[in-house]
């Protein structure tokens, strides 16, 4: 085998994750929940203008726009994403925000260390890259779960680069 091809090898990662925020309710259901709040507020809203209170009609309404306004932000929020690969040579980061910026983060897998913040109750509340002076926070958007399996298969393959 040639100093190419070994160093081709090196560089081949062994460990990828892609990290995204979960949301537990889908387009279908944000287009039923939306549907009933809409018949809610009209059907709400019928019965007090007969009675004549108007007034309660239009804040209602606001209610309902407030509502899609919220979930709107929440579904833009999950675009986010974090991909972490770590190969022999090389551990990388790239953070993409929901606006679709991203930003990358390379380190020496080497010299890179993994710190996880514990809590009694909750599990891990924190995790992060620290090397070279940076400190790169990773998965915040994961639920407690996650973050325990997550840290599991990272803390694994760091180790694995180190030893091979």
């Not at 085998?1 to 279908?28: C, I, K, V, W, Y």
């Not at 980061?93 to 929901?98: G, L, N």
């Not at 779960?145 to 180790?159: K, N, P, V």
Request: no cysteine; net charge positive; hydrophobic share 50%.
């Amino acid at each position: 085998m040639s100093d190419t091809n070994a160093s081709f090898q090196a560089d081949e990662p062994f460990f990828h994750a892609l990290l995204t925020p979960h949301r537990s309710l889908g387009r279908t259901g944000f287009l039923i929940l939306m549907g009933a709040l809409l018949f809610g507020w009209v059907v709400t809203g019928a019965f007090f203008l007969s009675r004549g209170a108007w007034p309660v009609f239009g804040f209602f309404g606001f209610d309902v726009i407030a509502l899609y306004i919220a979930f709107r932000a929440n579904y833009r929020a999950a675009r986010a994403r974090e991909e972490v690969s770590v190969s022999r040579t090389s551990l990388d980061i790239r953070k993409t925000a929901p606006s679709g910026k991203s930003v990358a983060h390379r380190f020496n897998p080497f010299w890179a260390r993994f710190s996880v913040a514990r809590h009694a109750e909750i599990g891990i509340t924190r995790m992060a890259v620290e090397a070279q002076g940076q400190n790169v926070p990773i998965g915040l958007f994961l639920d407690p779960d996650s973050r325990e399996s997550f840290a599991t298969a990272f803390s694994r393959a760091l180790a694995t680069a180190k030893t091979r």
